[in-house]
C-alpha cells in the first residue's frame, strides 16, 4: 500500500515559547500579509456599483495546487460543530431525529447550546423565547409551548445519540442585569453539572455567558468556573470576548487565573450587528481572501494567531480558542445573494476556521428563528442557517460543505499553496486519504493541476482511487454534490515523486479532491 509520509515540522525560536501548532499558526499570518492587504483593499469598497462589474471574467483559469508531505498541525475535532439556540429548537425539527443522525454520520465533534441565550436563561425554568428570561423580576408569562423549544436534558440526550461531547452555556450575570446574587447565581450552576454528569457527561466544554462584558466581570466570571470544576475537574472552561485580543486575554488572565481554559468569540461576515458598514455584494466576497471581520478589519487568521502570541507569552500556550457563532450578518449586510451563495460564503468561513488552525468553531445557527411567537422579518436570514424551516426543515445546500470538511477534522494538516488567490484550500492527511479542498471563487472555470508531493513511491500515485466531490449551483439556487473520478499521473523529480491530478472545477463551487490507498 502506497501511503503519504507527512513529516512532522520542528519549530522553535530563540525563547522557547512559540514552538509546534500554536507557533505556525502565528506564522501563517506572516505568510499571507501581501494576500490580506489587499483582501483589504477590496473589502473596503463596502458601496461598489454591481453594475460596475456585471460583465465578469468568465475565461478559464490555470492553477497548480501544490501539496507538500509537511505536516502542520493537528486539526481539532471539534471543527465539526453545530450550534443550537435553545429557543428555535423546535420538536418538529428534531423530533424525527435527522439531525442527530446527520451529526453523527459525519462525525461532529461538539454543538453548543444554548447559543447566545445562555447570558439570561435559566436552565430549570426557560421561557422558551429569545430575549426572555424567568429570573426577570419583570417576567410575566406564559412560557412558549413545550414544543417549541429545547430543554437541557433534551439537548444532553441529542448530544447521547450523536456521540458528541457537549459545549454547555452557563448563566452568570443575567446579560449584566444581575437579576441573581452571585451565591445563588453559583448554586444554579452547580446544580446544571451535576445534572449533565448524572447523564453521563462529565468532561464537557462548558462557556460562561455570552456577549455580557465578560472583561468586567472577570472576577465572577472565575468563581462560577471553579464551582463548576470542583464539580467535574474534567472540563473546559471557556469565557466570552467578541472584542478579543492579546491586551484583553492579558487582563481577563491576570484576574481569572487558570480558572478558566479557554476564550471564545463571535463573528460574522461580512460583518456582525449593525456597524455602520455598507452592505457588501458578490463581486465582493469573489474578490477577498482571506476573508476579513469588517468591524475590526482584520481576518480571521490575524484574530487567532495574535491570541496564540499573547498565549504564549503569558505562558498558557494551550489556551483553547473558539468561533463559537460564525455564520453570515443580518440579510441587509449582504446584497445579490442567492440561497446557494449565502451558503458558499459559510463553507469558505468554515474553511478558514480550518485553515487558521481554530480548536473550536460553530456555524450560528441549526435553525431559522421561524416559530413561535412570530417570524422575523421577511428579509432578514433566508438562507442563512442550517435548515429551513419554511421548506420542511430542509438542509440549505451548506451542509455539503459542512459535511466534506468535517472528513478532515481529527487529523493531520499539510502545507498547501495555489497560484491563484482566488482558488484557495488546505490539505489534509486522513490515514489512508488524502483530502485536498478547494473553493473556486473565480466567475470562471479553474482549470487546477492537483501536484502532490513526497508519495513513497514510483507506485504510489497510480495505486491510488482518486475523485473529486464538487458543490455546485442547480436552478433553484438549493444546490447539490456532484462525483467524478479522476485520473492521476506520477510526475517523477530528483527530488521525489509527485502524483499530479488534473481537475475542472466549475465556477461558484467548493470542492474536494481525495486519494484514497489501500481500500
Excluded at 471581520?293 to 481576518?299: A, F, I, V, Y
Amino acid at each position: 500500500m502506497a501511503l503519504l509520509t507527512p513529516l512532522l515540522t520542528l519549530l522553535t525560536d530563540p525563547m522557547g515559547l512559540l514552538t509546534g501548532r500554536r507557533w505556525l499558526a502565528v506564522l501563517a499570518v506572516l505568510a499571507t500579509c501581501m494576500t490580506v492587504d489587499a483582501a483589504r483593499e477590496v473589502g473596503s469598497l463596502g458601496s461598489l456599483d454591481v453594475a460596475a462589474v456585471e460583465h465578469p471574467d468568465t475565461r478559464a483559469t490555470a492553477v497548480v495546487a501544490t501539496v507538500s508531505n509537511t505536516s502542520v498541525w493537528h486539526i481539532s475535532p471539534y471543527l465539526a460543530t453545530m450550534s443550537i439556540v435553545y429557543s428555535w429548537a423546535r420538536d418538529a425539527m428534531y423530533n424525527n431525529g435527522s439531525i442527530a443522525a446527520w451529526a453523527k454520520r459525519n462525525k461532529f465533534g461538539t454543538t453548543r447550546y444554548p447559543a447566545g441565550e445562555a447570558s439570561y436563561y435559566d436552565w430549570e425554568n426557560p421561557s422558551g423565547m429569545m430575549g426572555k428570561s424567568t429570573l426577570d423580576p419583570a417576567w410575566k408569562g406564559p412560557p412558549a409551548p413545550e414544543t417549541e423549544w429545547m430543554s437541557f436534558e433534551e439537548y444532553l440526550n441529542l448530544c447521547t445519540e450523536a456521540g458528541m461531547r457537549p459545549t454547555i452555556g452557563v448563566n452568570y450575570n443575567c446579560k449584566a442585569n444581575f437579576w441573581v446574587n452571585e451565591t445563588d447565581s453559583i448554586a444554579r450552576a452547580v446544580r446544571q453539572i451535576k445534572f449533565a454528569v448524572s447523564k453521563g457527561h462529565s468532561g464537557a466544554i462548558w462557556y460562561i455567558g455570552n456577549e455580557d462584558r465578560a472583561d468586567k466581570y472577570a472576577k465572577r466570571v472565575a468563581a462560577h468556573a471553579r464551582a463548576l470544576k470542583a464539580v467535574d475537574p474534567t472540563i473546559t472552561v471557556l469565557w466570552n470576548d467578541n472584542g478579543a485580543d492579546g491586551k484583553s486575554l492579558k487582563e481577563f488572565l491576570a484576574v481569572a487565573g487558570d480558572a478558566v481554559d479557554g476564550c471564545e468569540f463571535h463573528g460574522k461576515w461580512p460583518y456582525g450587528g449593525t456597524p455602520k458598514l455598507p452592505p457588501f455584494n458578490l463581486t465582493q466576497w469573489m474578490e477577498e481572501v482571506p476573508l476579513i471581520e469588517h468591524k475590526s478589519r482584520q481576518t480571521w487568521r490575524e484574530k487567532i494567531a495574535n491570541l496564540r502570541a499573547m498565549a504564549h507569552t503569558l505562558g498558557r500556550p494551550n489556551l483553547f480558542f473558539a468561533n463559537n457563532e460564525y455564520g453570515l450578518g443580518k440579510g441587509s449586510a449582504l446584497v445579490g445573494f442567492t440561497r446557494f451563495t449565502k451558503s458558499l460564503v459559510v463553507m469558505e468561513f468554515a474553511m478558514e476556521m480550518y485553515i487558521a488552525g481554530y480548536d473550536s468553531a460553530a456555524f450560528w445557527d441549526n435553525g431559522d428563528g421561524m416559530g413561535f411567537p412570530s417570524p422575523p422579518p421577511s428579509d432578514s436570514h433566508t438562507g442563512h442557517f442550517l435548515v429551513d424551516s419554511s421548506a420542511h426543515f430542509r438542509f440549505n445546500p451548506v451542509h455539503f460543505g459542512l459535511e466534506l470538511l468535517a472528513q478532515s477534522a481529527n487529523h493531520t494538516m499539510l502545507v498547501m499553496k495555489t497560484t491563484e488567490q482566488r482558488v484557495h484550500g488546505f490539505a489534509a492527511w486522513a490515514g489512508d486519504k488524502l483530502l485536498v479542498y478547494l473553493i473556486n471563487k473565480l466567475a470562471g472555470p479553474a482549470q487546477v493541476s492537483v501536484d502532490i508531493a513526497g508519495l513513497s513511491g514510483a507506485e504510489a500515485c497510480s495505486a491510488a482511487t482518486a475523485g473529486v466531490d464538487s458543490v455546485v449551483d442547480t436552478a433553484d439556487h438549493w444546490g447539490t454534490l456532484a462525483s467524478a473520478p479522476l485520473a492521476c499521473a506520477s510526475k517523477e523529480s530528483s527530488a521525489a515523486v509527485h502524483c499530479r491530478c488534473n481537475v475542472t472545477l466549475a465556477p461558484l463551487t467548493f470542492n474536494l479532491v481525495s486519494l484514497t490507498w489501500g481500500g
